[in-house]
């Protein structure tokens, strides 16, 4: 019978999908950027890996990294499972999801275990990703994510939750073409006014993020902080 102690469950995990890749321990240490001795001990040895680790051979698989880590939350010594929080965890900034690839952010979000306002950013880097490699499926994610992080706006809290929010609207906005554009504009006008963020407070919100990308591949993150500093001078209703 299989052992089910969380850290047995969690290297049985990673040398089941080393296997299944077809990856050779040389191989998935290429990968993952991780030394010999460190693979070893992930897969074998007899200590529970660093979160970096895990977060690094999950990558090299090209599977998500949540429910390995849920498992290593486990194992750890008087560690209960981790809860799911609204509150992205600090790993998931929009830097750290901009080196991710598309499936993966993909895979990721498609797990329905990552937090909400994580799952917001995700989507706003999809979004990037798919512009600078050329997707011509853009105009239809400009739609899609839009509509579909209406049902995350209740983890707003403050100002910088809200910035996530405004932030993929104006993404969207802005790099829709063709007939999408008022099926964008519905929905980033809908995500937006729950929180009472009118018209010429989005118009700025677009404008920071214009200028952010300069109409270039440049990232629309860069304007996050400024519409952070808008949105809380606003003082909206959340407070």
């Known amino acids: 019978m299989l052992s089910q102690d969380p850290l047995d469950r969690l290297k049985r995990r990673l040398r089941v999908l080393r296997t299944s890749r077809g990856l050779s321990m040389a191989g998935l240490e290429l990968r993952a950027g991780l030394g010999h001795t460190t693979v070893s001990q992930a897969l ?18 090209g599977i998500p990294a949540e429910p390995l880590l849920a498992l290593r939350a486990e194992a750890l010594p008087g560690q209960a499972p981790p809860r799911l929080r609204s509150r992205p965890p600090t790993r998931f900034t929009y830097e750290y999801l ?8 993909r895979g ?14 995700i989507r706003t880097v999809d979004l990037h990703l798919s512009r600078v490699a050329g997707d011509p499926a853009l105009p239809d994610l400009c739609v899609a994510y839009t509509h579909e992080c209406l049902r995350y706006t209740d983890a707003v809290e403050n100002a910088s939750d809200l910035a996530d929010f405004a932030l993929l609207a104006a993404t969207a906005t802005l790099y829709v073409k063709g007939n999408r554009d008022v099926d964008v504009y519905a929905g980033a006008i809908a995500l937006i006014d729950q929180h009472g963020v009118d018209s010429v407070v989005f ?16 990232p629309p993150w860069r304007a996050w902080t ?14």
């Open 98 to 105: 901009e080196q991710r690839s598309l499936p993966l952010l």
């Open 203 to 218: 118009l700025s919100v677009q404008g920071d993020v214009d200028c952010a990308t300069g109409g270039s591949a440049e």
């Open 226 to 239: 400024g519409i952070r500093d808008l949105l809380e001078r606003e003082g909206l209703p959340w407070r």
């Open 44 to 61: 074998n040895g007899p200590s529970v890996p660093s979160e970096q680790t895990v977060v690094a051979l999950a990558d090299a698989l």
């Open 108 to 121: 990721l979000h498609a797990t329905g275990a990552v937090p909400r306002l994580a799952a917001v950013r």
